[in-house]
């Protein structure tokens, strides 16, 4: 109970000492929970509590939503489809996504750069119609045909939306369906999306992600053809791009990205061309701030309210290891940092110098520009040392509560930020997590 509540303290020390950005975290990813969607997520396994009528068990749209972790999985060092120098997995875009219900009105969800659907949706024409206005405005949009039923009838085929006339929002007119039957999935090319990396390889390879699947047929009018069907090795392009798995279609400023199957996502058969859509997606979505490191560190980052620059909180949720981390910014990278075992820890950017504090009991109070210097000066609750960085191509003078560096391109050096209270201001006591030797009787009866 002691340490519980010492770490209470010091939570509530934190909350009185630092002054979070308004505003919230960025939030570039965006999962939008469907219309009608009822999964139950807790010890109940029945869509929407119907556990009178198996029809209402939990199935592949509702264990859609166990996929989310993913984001926040590292991939393994051998996952051949990891392309690139660097292996952005483990965390979603700044850190976050958000659950977006399909409901919320056109300038919510144009907050978000990428909408994924992935669990039941039965959609309306006014839903249809707003998620033409988001892609039409420049937003990404990735969902299945499934997403595109008109019906609310579990169990059966999806009746879709427009007879299946999806021409102009994702590029495609469905005419049918082929049988369920074992096959596999080869990519032939990549996104027009700068950073969507998928694993295009020559056709003539064998097909990945094998499952019992239900593609469509259907007749292409804007959509391009990213990957496709097969059985065996040794096709050509022209027969595999006539037998589409996902297409995109570009629409005004954004982009479409559909899975042409019957089957929901989270469905067995799917489920492994799912969960590489989804590292695609959650890597193409990276911003210009990112974190290299274990999966078990967690990140947000929060703008300052002044727009001098960012505030970056890092969680170790290891509760054994400390863990090293590099932040990458606009293309270049820090030096490795350790965040301590079961810490949380803050880091400013402002452009391209990074201000890391030993201890996180600090407050921003000045940010300013002068002569060609940074000046900044914190409030600290104990004396302590800052690491300063310029990741930028020129040196940068750094001053900081009357220190100074003059830090050359890449340089590193470490400045001494002493004890500052402001006026008026509580929580500063270096000994505030400390709690006072307890003289009273205590009931062994109880935990206190």
Sequence with gaps: MLTARRILREAYQFSLVHRRAAGGPRVSLGVLSGHGDGAPGLWNPWAWGQFHDRKWLAGPPERAWELLDGFHRREDWSTYTVQGERDW?????????DVVPIEADLATLQRYSSLVLLGWNTMTEELYEKLKAYVEGGGHLILSLPHLRGDAVRGGEPQLLRDGDFSDLCGVKVTGWLETSVRGVKFLEHSSLPGYRLPVADVGCDPRFMGSFTPATLELTTARVLAGHDVLFGADADQIAAQPVLVENRLGEGTVLLVTLLEYPAD?????LTRELLRVISSGEQGDLRLLGSDRVRYAVYDLDDGAGQVIYLLNTDPDCSAPVRLWVEGRETAEFLVPANEFAVVYRFGSVVVMPLDRRVDLARCEQQDGALELEFSSVISQEVGVENLGPRTVTVRLNGSAAEL?????????????????????????AEEPAYDGEIDARTAY
Excluded: C, K
Excluded at 89 to 97: D, E, I, L, R, V
Excluded at 420 to 430: A, F, Q, R
């Design 89 to 97: 997995s483990g965390n979603p875009p700044y850190g976050q996504y």
């Design 268 to 272: 067995d058969a799917v489920i492994g």
């Design 408 to 432: 050359p391109a890449g340089a590193v050096a470490h400045l001494a930020l002493p004890r500052g209270v402001p006026d008026g201001t509580v929580g500063y006591e270096p000994d505030f």
